[in-house]
């Protein structure tokens, strides 16, 4: 199939999956996770895994001659899949596009909780709609960005990010099923090497008030503090985060 091809099959089947990576001087951080979580959700979606190499292989052919650092969305499709066939195994292809990177000097966020889960949380599927629909209403209401909340009353993760919390020195991941962040588990790999500790548990929306601090974790942005989680406040605790970031970069970059 020709590119055109490629993007007309995404843009009419909204069936698929993906990962986003941030990309400098042709290296990754935590590379090998982005591809196993591409291999392994595919062969969820398409019943089929992905070759390792046809991902750095599209990977390479997208960010040759860039010298910036650019975000790189590793798109995993079925050219031939059949909405009325869906059981069908189905071998998957992989398209990548290019995108600006947020600005390192973001400020904190402001969020507000919403009750929403997102279909097979698992996965980072293409089924986008209700989580950018989320963020659309938390932005129309004065804040950045929507906070999940599951029908039990816990919290789960952001739009397009994790969430952990301080409680006291400790950092605190809520145990609800979410979708297992690159940066996430980087920075609990991290921590684990270091020594550091954390606990990952139910984390109830009546606790919110009971925390030190909070942070948005993504591949994107690492660690970006969390100000504000509906009437709740939160203190910017910089040492912390740089904490967090270093257990982040523990794991060396990789080249693709």
């Known amino acids: 199939m020709s590119a055109q091809d490629d993007l007309q099959s995404m843009a009419l089947v909204n069936y698929g999956h993906f990962t986003s990576m941030r990309v400098d001087r042709g290296r990754v951080r935590g590379l090998a996770r982005h591809l196993e979580r591409l291999d392994r959700d595919?062969?969820?979606?398409?019943?089929?895994?992905?070759?390792?190499?046809?991902?750095?292989?599209?990977?390479?052919?997208?960010?040759?001659?860039?010298?910036?650092?650019?975000?790189?969305?590793?798109?995993?499709?079925?050219?031939?899949?059949?909405p009325r066939v869906p059981e069908a195994?189905?071998?998957?292809?992989?398209?990548?596009?290019?995108?600006?990177?947020?600005?390192?000097?973001?400020?904190?966020?402001?969020?507000?909780?919403?009750?929403?889960?997102?279909?097979?949380?698992?996965?980072?599927?293409?089924?986008?709609?209700?989580l950018f629909y989320q963020r659309r209403i938390a932005r129309k209401a004065g804040f950045d960005d929507a906070l999940f909340v599951n029908p039990d009353g816990q919290v789960c993760e952001g739009s397009t990010w994790n969430i952990c919390f301080l409680d006291g020195d400790k950092v605190v991941w809520p145990s609800a099923p979410v979708l297992p962040g690159i940066?996430?588990?980087?920075?609990?790999?991290?921590?684990?090497?270091?020594?550091?500790?954390?606990?990952?548990?139910p984390v109830a929306m009546s606790e919110l008030s009971g925390f030190r601090a909070a942070f948005a974790t993504n591949a994107l942005?690492?660690?970006?503090?969390?100000?504000?989680?509906?009437?709740?406040?939160?203190?910017?605790?910089?040492?912390?985060?740089?904490?967090?970031?270093?257990?982040?970069?523990?794991?060396?970059?990789?080249?693709?």
């Open 42 to 82: 595919a062969r969820v979606v398409f019943g089929l895994g992905i070759a390792e190499d046809l991902v750095r292989a599209e990977l390479r052919r997208a960010i040759e001659g860039r010298t910036q650092a650019v975000y790189a969305r590793a798109n995993v499709f079925g050219p031939k899949f059949d």
């Open 89 to 130: 195994e189905v071998e998957p292809d992989v398209v990548v596009t290019l995108g600006e990177l947020p600005p390192d000097d973001a400020p904190p966020l402001r969020v507000r909780t919403a009750g929403y889960q997102r279909d097979l949380p698992q996965v980072k599927h293409v089924g986008t709609f209700g």
């Open 183 to 201: 940066a996430m588990g980087l920075i609990q790999s991290g921590m684990n090497r270091s020594g550091l500790h954390y606990e990952v548990r």
């Open 221 to 256: 942005s690492p660690v970006r503090p969390i100000s504000v989680i509906d009437d709740v406040e939160y203190e910017v605790d910089e040492k912390a985060a740089a904490r967090l970031r270093r257990a982040h970069d523990l794991t060396p970059e990789e080249r693709v």
